[in-house]
Nanobody, 125 residues
Framework: QVQLVESGGGSVQAGGSLGLSCAASGYTSKTYCMAWFRQVLGKEREGVAM???????AYADSVKGRFTVSQDNAKNTMYLQMSSLKPEDTAMYYC???????????????????WGQGTQVTVSS
C-alpha cells in the first residue's frame, strides 16, 4: 500500500519562501508520477506541479517561475520549493502519486489514486 506523508507547511509573509516535502513508501512501480495539489475550503482542488520518474515536470500557470518541484529518488521524497509567495497561495497542499504514469506535453495530470493527508500553507499580506 502506497503511503504519502507531507511536511513543511506553515505560515509566511507575502514575498517569502517555504518548502514542502512528501515522503512516499510502499511504491513498487519504477515508473510513476507525483504531484502537488492545493485546495481552499469551498473551492475545487487544483493541480500545482507534478514530476515523473524521469524528472519531467509540469506546472500550473499561476505558479510558474515561483514554485519548483523536485525529487530525491534515494529518499523516495518529492519536494516543492515555493518562493515569492502570495496570499492567494494560501491553501491546504496535498501530495499525490500514481504508478505507471508520465508527464505528457507539460500538462498537469488530474487523476491520482494515492493521496497524502495535506499540510496547510498560509501566506499573510
Amino acid at each position: 500500500q502506497v503511503q504519502l506523508v507531507e511536511s513543511g507547511g506553515g505560515s509566511v509573509q507575502a514575498g517569502g519562501s517555504l518548502g514542502l516535502s512528501c515522503a512516499a513508501s510502499g511504491y513498487t512501480s519504477k515508473t510513476y508520477c507525483m504531484a502537488w495539489f492545493r485546495q481552499v475550503l469551498g473551492k475545487e482542488r487544483e493541480g500545482v506541479a507534478m514530476i515523473d520518474s524521469d524528472g519531467a515536470t509540469a506546472y500550473a500557470d499561476s505558479v510558474k517561475g515561483r514554485f519548483t518541484v523536485s525529487q530525491d529518488n534515494a529518499k523516495n521524497t518529492m519536494y516543492l520549493q515555493m518562493s515569492s509567495l502570495k496570499p492567494e497561495d494560501t491553501a491546504m497542499y496535498y501530495c499525490a502519486a500514481e504508478p505507471w504514469c508520465a508527464v505528457v506535453a507539460g500538462t498537469l495530470r488530474r487523476d491520482y489514486n494515492y493521496w497524502g493527508q495535506g499540510t496547510q500553507v498560509t501566506v499573510s499580506s
